[in-house]
């Protein structure tokens, strides 16, 4: 497929993902997890990225991603790739401080998906944590600035935690300013969202991780002091 012309591929993977969608909803979720079909999920959508420039193949996605049969992980690279496509519609002339991108990334990736089912998410925060530079130097200030719920509070204190812990582990260390977002993203996790990961089973807290590691690097002081205020040394 990925030899195909647009002109070909396009209306072939629509068809399949169509098929797909339409064997899912046939089969329901008691009888997907014994199907080899869930192992399509990730190719399928993985090459309808590929193709996210064409409006139908958005729409396909929006519809995959849309679907309870989809699988998380396939969910998440499917949001990925419209969120990208919805950066790519806002011109930087148009959103020269980053809010109307900031919104974009969290309607997309988060949307009204509540705290408890977001801490099962974790691809969903690598792409926001991936994609949020884009927006330019105020990236961490617009995500907060456009987080209105719970889950995309979470996603954008976790987005910037991801982004400074990825950067101290390439040797890039973040900007002053993102390590003192961190410390109120910190008093947000303390005090709203650690009480949610404990009731959750199995839950991705990546925030709490990567605030963690970084309260045990050098510069993040005013973090460390933080959590171990706390009763939570931070992480050798």
């Not at 012309?5 to 089969?27: G, N, S």
């Not at 997309?108 to 130097?137: I, M, Q, Y």
Request: charged letters at 25%.
């Amino acid at each position: 497929m990925a030899a195909l012309p647009p002109q070909d591929a396009v209306p072939a993977l629509l068809r399949i993902a169509a098929e797909h969608l339409r064997r899912l909803e046939a089969l329901g979720e008691e009888r997907l997890r014994q199907s080899p079909l869930q192992a399509l999920q990730v190719p399928l959508v993985d090459a309808l990225s590929r193709q996210a420039g064409n409006r139908d193949v958005r729409a396909a996605l929006d519809g995959l991603a849309a679907s309870p049969f989809l699988k998380e992980y396939a969910r998440g690279r499917a949001l990925d790739a419209l969120a990208a496509q919805r950066l790519a519609e806002i011109a930087e002339a148009d959103d020269p401080r980053g809010e109307q991108r900031a919104r974009a990334l969290l309607d997309t990736l988060v949307g009204k998906l509540p705290l408890a089912e977001l801490l099962h998410a974790p691809a969903r925060l690598r792409s926001l944590a991936r994609r949020a530079p884009a927006l330019g130097d105020g990236c961490w200030v617009a995500l907060a600035a456009a987080a209105d719920t719970p889950a995309k509070r979470y996603a954008a204190d976790a987005a910037l935690a991801l982004a400074c812990a990825q950067g101290e582990g390439a040797g890039k260390p973040g900007p002053a300013a993102g390590r003192g977002l961190l410390v109120a993203a910190a008093g947000r996790w303390l005090q709203e969202y650690r009480p949610v990961v404990a009731k959750e089973k199995y839950p991705s807290d990546l925030l709490g991780q990567a605030l963690m590691l970084l309260g045990a690097r050098p510069g993040y002081e005013a973090l460390a002091r933080a959590l171990r205020d706390a009763g939570l040394p931070p992480a050798p």
